[in-house]
């Protein structure tokens, strides 16, 4: 185990983020040790198409984004493509979003979530809108890799990889 002073999240970590923690160890601002050196709240806190989300997000089925058609203006999740914002860091400066491309939660999670896959699937059940079982098997069966796509930065510290590192110790 690395004892680490202080997280930059990013792949890669922005500029304006690498100038504000330099900018804090040269003042000798810094916050307590093990905190990362980005805002908490989330990506869709920030994100310009957090205006354009209905009421009430129904997802009923998920489509891939290379196979349709990406309103630039529009929330992905609310269209029903996956996005990570619910669940991810801000900071990044909207960087795939700006690109028309979904959050695929490279800045991690918030302070205080302890898996970040979890928190982001979570995220995603309360907004389907699918009451029968076969259906639901089917909106599942459409994400390729759900677990890859959750935890493809994050697997590291996820709670499933921390017991098997525990169990290992035993
Ligand atoms: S889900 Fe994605 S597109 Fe929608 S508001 Fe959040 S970050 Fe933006
Ligand atoms: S939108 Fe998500 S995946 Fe893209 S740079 Fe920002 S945090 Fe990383």
Same mark, same amino acid.
């Given at each position: !185990?690395?004892? +680490?002073?202080?997280? =930059?999240? $990013?792949?890669? /970590? &922005?500029?304006?983020?690498? !100038?504000?923690? +330099?900018?804090?160890? =040269?003042? $000798?601002?810094? /916050? &307590? ?14 994100c310009d198409r957090n ?43 909207q960087?795939?979003i ?73």
């Open positions: !185990m690395i004892d +680490v002073d202080y997280y =930059l999240p $990013g792949c890669a /970590p &922005p500029p304006d983020l690498i !100038m504000d923690a +330099v900018t804090a160890i =040269l003042s $000798g601002e810094l /916050p &307590p040790k093990g905190s990362v050196l980005a805002p908490s709240k989330s990506l869709c806190d920030e205006d354009s989300k209905p009421d009430k997000i129904e997802i009923k089925e998920l489509k891939r984004p290379h196979l349709t058609f990406m309103d630039p203006e529009k929330c992905f999740l609310a269209e029903g493509v996956i996005c990570m914002g619910p669940a991810t860091r801000a900071g990044c400066g960087r795939c700006g690109a028309n491309m979904p959050c695929r939660g490279c800045f991690g999670p918030t302070d205080g979530v302890k898996d970040h896959g979890a928190k982001f699937l979570s995220a995603l059940a309360s907004l389907v809108d699918i009451n029968d079982p076969e259906e639901m098997e089917k909106l599942v069966d459409s994400i390729p890799d759900p677990s890859g796509l959750s935890y493809m930065y994050s697997l590291p510290t996820s709670l499933l990889t921390r017991k098997r590192l525990e169990k290992q110790k035993v």
